[in-house]
């Protein structure tokens, strides 16, 4: 099962306001990545994270690697219509290469 | 732009049906892998390839899926016999290498079991 808890499970913004998210493990990650999924799509990978305490940035988005290793946050900035979705963590295992362990997803509803 | 390919997109099957899904990974990418998302959730592994091998298993309830990547490159899923239960997204993914963790996705097999 799931071990990562995202938050908060869903929000409704208006356009040009800034998003949060975050996700929380007990277990310490050596990756965290950050994935944006629309509607019958899969998966699109929008940032990667590989040391703690790692700021990264991508556009608007932008992304920290916990420095406990255990938590991620993702931040949206200026939020606008097409950044409609739900956002996913995903965490890699110290011992786990390659196999990642994905939250229950942020979704992210923004209204004109 | 160098993307994962998965056929069908959509799946109809009645239940005790045999179904598969098809995935060809984007070029190079020595990692595969098979992931199931329930709807409202985020993905979970069934199995991961390095090359032809299976590198992990483990949540891959063996009874009634298989999974295949005979020659390295691209691989099929198969469910037999198909269950209620079992609809759901199926997203193939690939990644460079076991050690590299950026993975990139396919548009998944959306099945449902009638």
């Known amino acids: 099962g799931q071990q990562l808890n995202q938050s908060p499970q869903s929000m409704f913004i208006q356009e040009g306001e800034d998003v949060s998210m975050n996700c929380t493990s007990s277990s310490i990650f050596n990756t965290w990545l950050w994935y944006k999924q629309e509607p019958g799509e899969g998966p699109v990978l929008l940032i990667a994270l590989y040391k703690a305490g790692e700021l990264t940035s991508n556009g608007r988005l932008t992304a920290q690697f916990g420095i406990t290793r255990k938590d991620s946050f993702l931040n949206i900035s200026a939020s606008i219509p097409s950044d409609v979705g739900i956002y996913f963590c995903?965490?890699?295992?110290?011992?786990?290469?390659?196999?990642?362990?994905f939250g229950a997803g942020t979704q992210v509803v923004v209204t004109p | 732009e160098a993307e994962v390919a998965q056929s069908p997109r959509y799946k109809i099957t009645e239940k005790s049906q045999a179904v598969a899904f098809w995935c060809d990974p984007i070029?190079?990418?020595?990692?595969l892998y098979w992931y199931r998302q329930i709807l409202g959730q985020g993905p979970e592994l069934l199995v991961q390839f390095q090359d032809e091998s299976v590198v992990d298993d483990s949540q891959l309830p063996k009874d009634r899926f298989s999974a295949e990547r005979l020659k390295g490159v691209d691989s099929t899923l198969k469910i037999q016999p198909a269950e209620l239960g079992d609809s759901a997204m199926y997203l193939c993914a690939s990644s460079l290498a076991i050690e590299v963790a950026e993975a990139f996705f396919g548009q998944g097999t959306r099945l449902t079991v009638v």
């Open positions: 070029s190079g990418h020595a990692t």
């Open positions: 995903a965490g890699q295992l110290g011992d786990s290469w390659g196999k990642l362990q």
